[in-house]
Nanobody, 122 residues
Framework: VQLVESGGGLVHAGGSLRLSCVASRLSWDYYAVAWFRQAPGKEREGLSC????????YFRDSVKGRFTISRDTVKNTVYLQMDSLKPEDSAVYYC????????????????WGQGTQVTVSS
């Protein structure tokens, strides 16, 4: 499995970004894909996951209602729509795939993208 993220950038507080994660050699019947982020000096944290059966799970209360995960199996892409962005959302965002379906801890994920930087200015 190979994962490539894109869509990060600089945005003002209150703005929106849509991140994309293009997956290759991944079967949607067997893998879940999640979004994580890591801010400077902090541990990487799980945000949201889309399961094998196309169910959406949000691990962090701080992103519920603002972030939306979705997937397009034709384009082999998982998206993270991020609205009402806050400066504390600034981080490197990663997508990752898991054979074990959706889990919030990174140890369950075996393939990772290179990350995309999101910076939210106040």
């Amino acid at each position: 499995v190979q994962l490539v993220e894109s869509g990060g950038g600089l945005v003002h507080a209150g703005g929106s970004l849509r991140l994309s994660c293009v997956a290759s050699r991944l079967s949607w019947d067997y893998y879940a894909v999640a979004w994580f982020r890591q801010a400077p000096g902090k541990e990487r944290e799980g945000l949201s996951c889309i399961s094998r059966k196309d169910g959406s799970i949000y691990f962090r209360d701080s992103v519920k209602g603002r972030f939306t995960i979705s997937r397009d199996t034709v384009k082999n892409t998982v998206y993270l729509q991020m609205d009402s962005l806050k400066p504390e959302d600034s981080a490197v965002y990663y997508c990752a795939s898991s054979w074990n379906n959706c889990q919030s801890e990174e140890l369950w994920y075996d393939s990772w993208g290179q990350g995309t930087q999101v910076t939210v200015s106040s």
